[in-house]
């Protein structure tokens, strides 16, 4: 039964078709079963083709949360063909894609086990930059219970860093303002201490989330902290930027 979900999930992930939600038909599954269906279904991109490249956690910010109803931090598994090498994203294969600002950690060290630390983690920091998430539930109305969204993969789509690498110690990582632009109109703006009072801690929890299921990140992995705002609604034609206070300015197209 998970590996029929775990199969059918990634064809809609892959040709960007909406889904009922999986728990209407197996009310009986769990988080656990969840991210079972998660590796299997990312499996199978593996398989063809579509390395591994880093982690993601979602809903670590109040705002994530609040907007889709889930309390709880997630993660999901970034592969190659997810990260856009120039600032567009096409509206084909998407559904109802959302876009939102967060900070990404490069990471140079193997990172493992419950006892992890914030500074096991800023010491395997190779660089630190900003990047645009871009999230598509392949459920119905982006509605979804906890356990619909961890076998989902988290909504992980599309995302784009910035381009300028920084290091760790450039700066306080928890003290970046961010404003959100939506064809020239502000529509959200936050700090990035609003991602679990410190992205590091995002990276943190994850690797204890991660041990928890013999799971670790390795050397050259890239992993996105969490939206800090809320995640907006984009369609064809809009353009979409981010301003980091002091940093840089990421930005996306949103093309047919
Ligand atoms: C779940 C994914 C959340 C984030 O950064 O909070 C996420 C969703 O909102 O659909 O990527
Ligand atoms: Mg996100």
Redesign the pocket.
């Known amino acids: 039964m998970i590996t029929d979900i775990a199969n059918k999930i990634y064809m809609h992930q892959k040709n960007g078709l909406e889904m009922d939600k999986i728990t209407i038909e197996y009310p009986e599954l769990n988080v656990n079963n969840a991210y079972e269906i998660q590796r299997l279904s990312i499996e199978q991109a593996i398989k063809n083709g579509d390395p591994l490249i880093g982690w ?1 956690m ?1 809903l670590t910010s109040i705002a994530k949360q609040k907007s889709v109803n889930v309390d709880e931090p997630i993660y999901g598994r970034l592969t190659k063909s997810m990260e856009l090498e120039e600032n567009q994203l096409s509206m084909e294969g998407s559904i109802h894609p959302r876009v ?1 600002p ?1 900070i990404a950690f490069m990471i140079n060290k193997p990172l493992f086990g419950q006892d992890i630390t914030a500074k096991d983690v800023w010491d395997a920091t190779e660089y630190i930059v900003p990047a645009l ?1 871009v ?1 598509d539930s392949r459920y119905k109305n982006f509605s979804f219970t906890l356990t619909d969204v961890v076998a989902d993969n988290a909504s992980s789509s599309k995302f784009i860093v910035g381009k300028q690498v920084n290091s760790p110690t450039y700066t306080s990582w928890d003290q970046i303002k961010v404003e959100l632009y939506k064809n020239g109109v502000k529509v959200q703006s936050g700090v990035s201490s609003d991602v679990l009072d410190h992205p590091v801690e995002s990276v943190v929890k994850l690797v204890k989330m991660l041990s928890k299921n013999g799971e670790q990140i390795d050397p050259g992995m890239i992993i ?1 902290t ?2 800090i705002t809320e995640a907006v609604h984009v369609e064809d034609g809009d353009i979409i930027e981010a301003h980091f206070e002091g940093i840089e300015k990421v930005s996306l197209q949103v093309k047919k």
């Open positions: 993601k979602g939102e967060e998430e999230i996105l969490g939206g």
